[in-house]
């Protein structure tokens, strides 16, 4: 109960925030990732998020979106919220943009998609109509932790403005930290376009191409380490 009320606390204290009141620091990437406890291992974490009504999300999914991917990945994606064939299907990153990523995994980083661990920030799709997940960013933010540290890798690569700055608590516009190398504890992060983005914006695809070579690049010093 009590990590479950320290999550709705820090809920209402981020909704209470956006609404204007300036009484608290608190921001959604610095929110410390012992606010609330979750399962250690990676199938009760998938269990724990299959079941999980900490958000309103879980009003309105279709099926929840764990990730999926290897367990001993050195590579991990992580996009910012399920689409709707996300949604339907239960399956991170399928349909058209899950399409392109596969070719960008395999194509430029010649690994299959079981090689690299794939997941997004929220586990559930929110409606079209909502204007701001950050709560609910917030909220899921604990499992999405927990996957991290379960997987360990050696390189997170995010996709899109979103999973960038909940991850590093940067709030520079993609197109200026795109393709830069930023190193956290364990892992590196590095920025790139969001699938979705890339089609809409064909011409964007040669910089995720040159930002995922840099990705294999450092990969590939780091295991002659
Ligand atoms: S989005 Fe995350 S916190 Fe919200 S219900 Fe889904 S799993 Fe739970």
Known sequence: MKNLHNALLLK???????LGYRYTDITPSELKDESWEV???????????????????SKSRTKSVFGEGSLNAD?????????????????VFV?????????MIENV???????????????????ESRV?????????????????????PKLIITLGSTAYKYLTNDESSLEKVRGSIIQKDYYAILPTYHPNYLLRNPSA???ALSDLIK?????EKLTLL
Do not use: W
């Not at 590579?75 to 399956?91: L, N």
């Open 12 to 18: 209402q204290l981020l909704i209470l925030k956006q």
């Open 39 to 57: 399962p250690n291992d990676i199938v009760g974490l998938q269990e724990a998020v299959d079941g999980c009504h900490l958000c309103e999300l």
């Open 75 to 91: 590579i991990m994606f992580i996009g910012s919220k399920p689409s709707a064939t996300e949604d339907s299907t239960g399956r």
């Open 95 to 103: 349909g058209r943009a899950g399409n392109m990523l596969t070719a």
């Open 109 to 127: 980083l010649h690994l299959s998609r079981d090689e690299v661990y794939i997941t997004n920030l929220l586990k559930c799709k929110p409606l």
């Open 132 to 152: 701001s997940i950050s709560a609910e960013i917030v909220t899921c933010k604990p499992y999405l932790q927990k996957q991290i540290e379960i997987v360990k």
């Open 205 to 207: 695809k040669k910089d």
């Open 215 to 219: 990705g294999k690049e450092l990969i």
